[in-house]
């Protein structure tokens, strides 16, 4: 029971009932990677953590969300084991490389997940699709781009009182301090919540804006 291990360093917990199919992803991501190139992670335990385990840092916050859109999630990280772990959830999932929806897809099928949508194009090509503009209560993106360029993709997306956190490395410390002022002149809620991974104790920053 590694993965509960690990989890439960950082203080997460998840329903038995989704371990297997959180390691099933795990073993399909890696299956497909060695002929489509989905991540230049390759090792098990490497994928587990920076892959999984770092998706589910979000725990907390898709736990307080009803609907959820992932902002260019590659191979549906944390997308898809936040919708294993809340299968109550509903996410939509976004990416620009074909390959990495298909995967998404793969996964949804073979793990019959219900409520989860994986689109493939541009973020910008949904902001003004009914369904879509202000239509979540979570919006989340992974290393995708800087803070500053980040709010004008997601912001369209928020519903009133949502939140958007942004997952990043110990860089996002930096662009947080950077930022801070500007984001209090235009309204936003901004906190900061910090982290290590249980294996490489490699630093996380997840910045957390709501207004």
Not at 167 to 187: D, H, N, S
Request: aromatic share 4%.
């Amino acid at each position: 029971m590694v993965l509960l291990e690990l989890l439960s360093g950082l203080g997460l917990k998840v329903n038995p009932e989704a371990i297997p199919l959180l390691e099933r992803l795990v073993n399909e991501l890696l299956r497909w990677n060695r002929s489509r190139n989905l991540t230049a992670i390759t090792d098990h335990d490497e994928v587990l953590e920076k892959h999984l385990v770092d998706s589910l840092t979000l725990l907390p916050f898709a736990r307080q969300a009803r609907r959820l859109l992932d902002i260019g999630s590659g191979a549906g990280f944390p997308a898809l084991p936040l919708k294993i772990a809340c299968p109550e959830l509903a996410v939509v999932s976004v990416d620009a490389v074909g390959k990495k929806i298909d995967f998404q897809r793969h996964i949804v099928r073979i793990l019959e997940l219900q409520g989860f949508t994986a689109l493939h194009g541009r973020i910008e090509q949904l902001q003004e699709q009914p369904g879509y503009r202000a239509g979540f209560d979570l919006v989340t993106a992974r290393a995708l781009c800087g803070l500053a360029d980040l709010l004008p993709l997601a912001e369209p997306f928020l519903a009133s009182g949502g939140r958007l956190v942004a997952m990043k490395g110990p860089e996002g410390r930096q662009e947080f301090t950077a930022l801070r002022e500007r984001l209090q002149e235009e309204g936003w809620s901004a906190s900061l919540h910090s982290l290590k991974l249980p294996l490489s104790g490699a630093e996380r920053c997840l910045v957390e804006l709501c207004r």
